[in-house]
């Protein structure tokens, strides 16, 4: 955020409207002439801690940075406060703040040749290479050394970047990452999703572009940079699926939208008899309605969420912790008994909610419970910023879909097809495996960036014929 | 709950599955021979505090009850940690406490006496009044004290007790508050709704009827009584529209299907030609299904609820506060623009936020508004339990139904009708108005108990006529 | 406090004088027409809590009272927040608060009855049922409630309590517990201790009488009352040796100077060769000072206090856990090293710490110890509102003087003897046990009022003979 | 600490012992083989924070050190958990973690050429530049890289480093602060003073000599380099004065003593005619002691301290906050009365707390008021570690000693004079100006380090005559 009173106030919006990306704890640079920068980081959600006038005003100016940290690549234990982005470094010509969206894949290396040139890591955090390799540029200025320093990150990062005069932002040349652009009043925002535009009243100017960085000052305006080499975008399918708030703008196209039509076009690739169709809340939701209006099966919410669930809630004693997704999830006993139910999530990853789901559906009386998901079987860990679990306990890596659904104890069990995904998206005639117009490793295992540290603790690519 | 190992876990399950009852604050009482009475009274929601082993343990025993508090009639300033329910008292035969769903018209009268008399009040809140009356009953036992002091209190209540080896339910002669009955294993759970009971894995075994009070033992079961004056029942309608959770069991019906029902009767009274029928999340989302059903205008997500907001963001800055609703909704721009949109909520009560939503709709570019509202206009404040404006500043109360519409600036303003709430309530007839069936003081104005208390401040009945 | 505006903050001040009379929690009333009465209690420190302007801005008023606990009889396991003074109460006549400093022993009675009567208590505390009995009282005014319950009151009490416009002193017929009336500018001030009077800059005027109760208001300035039967006075002799702070004034002489004067007695009476005496720091310096005084044998500070020490400090490890009072002081060793050292202590109640502190003496290589103490010897537990184990766990109870001394393993021990404490607190003629002037129960077993609660749980009184 | 079970708890102990040396803040890092370095650093005092078990249990293993803080040189505004010590960096050959105890005169300068190399700093304290100069060291060990880095720091050090697997201590060529070692079953220990050895019940070994390095492991013990040119040390005298415990050893003797004989000392140079010898509690009253002894003069506790006094007690209101002192200190009004007083202190530095304390004394109704100060008068800043007001801000830099006499009110003002000082420390001829035995700057303003940094800021020596 950049050319408003208080920046502090429009970033911890921001990142309140960002929160599902990140829960685990958020920060905030801003920096003004006579304070210099300032810094809060906390544990917790923004708005249980960048609300308070207490805290607010320790971070006074006209510009500033923010992040929401989701546990990734990095801390083997808990995460520590140093963790928690921004980053801040102090050069010769001024400082600097950084926070980065993605994961570099190359970081243990990069970590390792820092250290032996005498640089002190004060976090577990990969991204803190970025500012260690800027600290040692031989550049004059922060936005050359930002260059520097990004031409040797291998992997997938959308990069906001602060000095005392300028904010700037990057994306890898793949442009796996989001990164949009936005202007409310003399001011200018970037920002992940363009939800979060919304919520400072701010209007969508563009997205930055794959391999591109723009320099935005009050005097300049926004100047942009082709700092590497150009490359063929390959953007996060998933951030379609899943990630992405479904009110944000993504290609064009509202998110919601794009679910829905993922809906509709499984309700084309596998049709059911069925009585009713229901989400899993609230993921499942627009896939759901998108399902119902194609093959005219009634849409309800079959299963209703406890609003007031947290991830707080720790169940006291073994008998209680056994009804799991209970504290979260209800089914409506009254409307499901003796129905033919068809339930649309959207991804199964190990499988474990998606049984206990089925169980809760079948002892309120269903007749039949049929799973329709939203992505295909997911069936490789993402190395750029998703937080996945290892290979061998993604379900889809070690079953067949029949074997998935004998696992899952239910009728059928049908996943939307890469092509299906992809026509979804608005690529009418599906993914051509030869350029893939998105980064789909999850489901294809076809890594667009090598996982270079990954492979060095033993991760083995698939087979160039899968 | 009673006869269960740990009853205090049963409890705070149960508590969370009815937070939406009350946010403010809530306590937990248990009873075992060794520890004798235990008692955790914490601010916040349940799941931030009735979780951790450390409080838990502090609530040993076969035998707990709990409240979640939400603030009605009673504290003038903040409310204190002394306000929170369960009350206990400790009386010669043994002690007691009791937990009130529900609002005592003549609390202030009871308060008087009860002062005069000597006995010494420690919270602001009405419901203290039911403890020391019991104090102060010439009975021998318990149960008998308690039919003593509820004789002398007007109003709606439910009240839920326990002794050192007894649970006692009983509701007010008129039913208007929900109290059910359920089974798990050997014990016994008493419940404002069913979804509570779905939460600890028990069976709803029924309600708990008007006017009866079940004490409830290991040794002999539930033994029911009738100690008032039998009348005809008059349970609250606005559980129906919007109260009670749509998974809770009301009358043998789900109560998202009833909601859902109300939808459709609100396609029936106030079809309109339009693009997308929208909910307002979450309240007004069973409603538009039944709106979308009934009138096969396509059902859509137009405004997305940011699920990370609380009660808790403090907006820093003047700029910033007049943003109001967009921190917890925000509008799908890209699905919303240039369509005519049918806007689903379940009551309007002061207006300011259908205002406001009207503006975050129009602001994207949609074409026309439309309201529709799932109950009849709110022209009267609840005295029986829901937390609801004085008079005057209600929208209904000054406002026709056309001044209403004008004054939120839409194309068309629709409420469903007594008549048609009924009907979806499964009253084939609607509403007899010599006989209701139903509590709707808060649409009709006819109050089933005369508010002794608030018309000696000044409150008006409705003339007789209307 | 009375007549000065926000009276909170001398309250506050006061508490903090006061805190060697209770550390565990503190409370604060305020009444101002406007807000009526206000409270804040709190676990902890008065430094700690009723110092912020958060929370004193919530006491307004210019009358206002405090109390500090210090655990006595009453609550058998934690103590709760409601067990905090002052209690307050709502009467048909207005409210009022109680503080109360003593014990009373007729409570086990008083309770029963009042709650066969339908009192309901809140708290654990015995001083609760001053305020329940004045509830009932059938008096008109405050002032006349408050006769009519400390009427039925048995034990030692000073008690503090306000109206809304009238602060209250009494003491108890025997005048066992210190209450002192101070002037500061158009104020009154009721307090313990001259201490307290001393740091709001309040002007000493007189000690209230035995069995006197004053009314103060600032229309009518002090007025004294004799409700009681007169009875001669049993002011605490430990008071003098331990309780009260050493700046205080306690009958027209300096604490600080009684004690350094027992010293000088002790000196007399039981004299040694030494080299050093070292006071047990920090409640056997003035009477080391008046032992080296009188003996020559120079005073030294053989024994340093760890001055960052407080009650939280939790030791880790067993190992650990054994050093003790280690952590809280530490010995001087190359001053004590071959030296024959006098150890001057106020007093020997369990014996633990006496032990532990000679081991460290000897272990810095002390050549002899000597141990002398400033009180004679505890036998008897108190019953008036000091807190003392059990008779079993007294070491005096059921050791000889000799065989104490073999137990701690010291080259010497004497106690001050009875008459030689009369003699140094002014009484020439030494202890005249028919007519004794103090309350001595705790040395002598000669209890002024009969500890009836204690005597129905099984204590039994000395024989006459003793 | 090294060579222990659970070295933390002997940290934290040793860490409570020496809390006088800094109150802000405290560290803690620790080594084990199977969690790798681990580290907690709490705002507050060490009893209030490593303690729990919850947090001693995050610090495993039989190596550790620790710090405690006190704001000196560095933090311009309030310090941040990132400028709290011990600091730890992870070098190619493993992690280090060092705490250092004094000030760098060259700070300045180290922080810029670091910088400009490309070391990002974390903190604002200037300790960390001597991990920034170990990581970027050509040397292929720990304690070589510890040599490299010292010697390019100029001003006061005792640091104490560990890895992971030796410990290490380290004495500036001047040894201007202490630094001992100790012995504990295997284990050894360093640490600033003795009595953080009797603490953990360590034997003092010896002290670790100006220019000595100790490098400690269990297998090698304590082996001993030089690393630095050889210089006659300069031993901080304020040590003596104030500074250390008095139950610390210092050359040889108990702190205590040297104190009690600078007042022995004081009452030879500097005698009066009055009845009592008060000390300003507590810091004043060794020297009092010593003062009354040689004087003949009765020592008395004319002012007593309030033990429950913290540094958090903030005075609401003007009226309160004007009382000052009196919150901390009373005086013992019946003991004062009419007497002549000699006040004892240990320094002069601002004088407004002499003020206040001689206004209570008057106030109370003593005669006259004689100070006797227990060090010369403190003309200069320390750059070396204890934390001074700037010289302006100094009384004795701006007045004569009757100037001050005058300025404080009192009958008589005299100093112990900087060749007393010596002769009470133990040189008994006296401070010899051509090479004083101790560094003595805060009276004589000869700096045996030149303050670089600072006078790059603007502080001008003394004239070489002076």
Redesign the interface.
């Known amino acids: 955020m950049i050319g408003v009173?208080?920046a502090a106030?429009?970033v911890?919006?921001g990142l309140?409207?960002l929160?599902?990306r990140g829960?685990e704890a958020g920060g905030i640079v801003t920096h003004d002439p006579e304070h210099g920068f300032s810094s809060a980081r906390r544990f917790g959600?923004?708005?249980?801690n960048f609300?308070?006038?207490k805290i607010?005003e320790t971070l006074p100016g006209a510009i500033g940075i923010g992040h929401v940290r989701y546990s990734t690549a990095g801390s083997k234990g808990a995460t520590q406060?140093?963790d928690v982005q921004p980053f801040f470094?102090?050069?010769?010509m001024g400082g600097a703040a950084i926070a980065h969206n993605g994961n570099i894949v190359n970081a243990d290396e990069l970590r390792r040749e820092l250290?032996?040139?005498?640089?002190?890591?004060?976090s577990s955090s990969d991204s803190e290479c970025i500012?260690?390799l800027m600290?040692?540029?031989l550049q004059r200025n922060i936005p050359e050394r930002m260059k520097d320093a990004l031409r040797r990150v291998e992997g997938a990062f959308s990069v906001v970047a602060m000095t005392r005069t300028k904010l700037i932002g990057v994306r890898d040349p793949l442009g796996v990452r989001p990164l949009v652009l936005g202007r409310v009043g003399d001011g200018w925002a970037l920002s992940s999703e363009t939800?979060a535009l919304?919520?400072?009243?701010a209007e969508f100017v563009r997205e930055i572009e794959p391999g591109e960085m723009v320099v935005i000052s009050p005097e300049n305006g926004v100047e942009s940079f082709k700092p590497f080499e150009p490359r063929r975008g390959r953007f996060c399918i998933f951030e379609h699926v899943y990630f992405s708030?479904?009110?944000s703008?993504l290609g064009?196209?509202?998110v919601?939208?794009t679910r829905?039509q993922i809906g509709v076009e499984l309700a084309r690739e596998a049709p059911v008899e069925a009585d009713l169709v229901c989400p899993v809340p609230?993921s499942g939701?627009?896939a759901a309605?998108g399902y119902s209006?194609e093959s005219g099966i009634?849409?309800?919410?079959g299963i209703?969420r406890?609003?007031?669930?947290?991830r707080?809630?720790?169940?006291?004693?073994e008998?209680?912790r056994n009804?799991g997704v209970?504290?979260k999830l209800?089914?409506?006993?009254?409307?499901i008994k003796g129905k033919r139910v068809i339930l649309v999530d959207d991804s199964v990853v190990r499988g474990t909610t998606s049984r206990k789901i089925k169980e809760m559906i079948l002892d309120a009386g269903a007749a039949e419970v049929h799973f329709r998901i939203a992505s295909p079987p997911t069936a490789w860990p993402c190395f750029y910023g998703v937080d996945t679990p290892e290979r061998e306990k993604l379900l889809a890596a070690t079953m067949s879909e029949e074997e998935m659904r004998s696992h899952l104890g239910v009728a059928s069990l049908r996943f939307i097809t890469l092509d299906g995904l992809y026509r979804a998206v608005g690529v009418a005639e599906g993914r051509d495996p030869k350029t893939p117009r998105y980064c789909d490793a999850c489901f294809s295992g076809d890594y667009p960036v090598k996982p270079t540290d990954m492979m060095a603790r033993g991760f083995e690519l698939a087979e160039p014929a899968e």
């Open positions: 009173a208080d106030n429009f911890a919006l309140h409207a929160q599902h829960q959600l923004v708005r249980d609300t308070s006038q607010m406060i140093r470094g102090e050069f010769a250290i032996e040139r005498g640089s002190i890591f004060q500012i260690h600290a040692r540029s939800c919304d919520i400072i009243g708030r479904p009110d703008i064009g196209r509202s919601y939208d829905r609230d939701t627009p309605i209006q009634p849409y309800a919410m209703i406890n609003q007031y669930m947290g707080t809630f720790i169940e006291p004693t008998q209680i009804m209970r504290l209800n089914v409506n006993r009254a409307l």
